[in-house]
Every structure is written in structure tokens, then in C-alpha cells.
């Protein structure tokens, strides 16, 4: 099965989706606890809280659109102490990622 290009779909969202989805992005990276580098991409550790989760979630449902090569995955620990959301890929995807971190 071929890659996904690494292209983003501007088209995707509408203008006040896509301030929405801005103002949501701006509130999980404000949130980071801690970073990960992974192989394919980075793991963002955040606290364990249910607004945050519902935010994650948010910002997931609206990314996998305009950025459809992006894996996303969203793990709350079994212990209650952390929340993580992982964005992976292809090999390129780790900079593409890079350059939209804060």
C-alpha cells in the first residue's frame, strides 16, 4: 500500500473551523508536560484531566482531515496519571511535525 503524500489539505476546513481548530491547537501545546522524541514522530505527556482529553479529541477529529498521513494516537494511562497524544508517520513526517511545534 503506497504512503500518504506529505501534504497538508487547506481545503480541508472551513474559516471558522479553521479558527477553532487554531484556538484548540494553541490550548493542548500550551498544556505539554513533556515531550518525547519516537522514531516516527512525538509523544506530548499531559495531565490526566477530562477537559484536556475532550480538547485532544477535538483537535484530532479536525487534523486527520487537512493532514491525512498523520497516525494519531490518544492514551490515557491506566493509573490516571497521564494523558498522552501521539502523532507518528513516515520518516518525513517527524519534521513535518517539528516545524509546528511551539
Not at 10 to 30: C, F, I, K, N, Y
Request: charged residues 25%.
Amino acid at each position: 500500500m503506497p504512503e500518504t503524500p506529505i501534504v497538508c489539505n487547506m481545503d480541508a476546513l472551513g474559516p471558522d473551523e479553521r479558527a477553532q481548530h487554531e484556538q484548540v491547537t494553541a490550548a493542548w501545546q500550551s498544556a505539554i508536560q513533556e515531550t518525547v522524541e519516537q522514531p516516527n514522530g512525538y509523544a506530548f505527556r499531559f495531565e490526566a484531566d477530562r477537559d484536556l482529553l475532550m480538547c485532544l479529541a477535538e483537535f484530532v477529529s479536525r487534523e486527520r482531515l487537512c493532514c491525512p498521513f498523520l497516525r494519531f494516537e490518544l492514551v490515557l494511562e491506566s493509573d490516571g496519571t497521564a494523558l498522552w497524544l501521539r502523532l507518528l508517520g513516515a520518516a518525513e513526517v517527524k519534521a513535518f511535525i517539528q516545524t509546528k511545534l511551539p
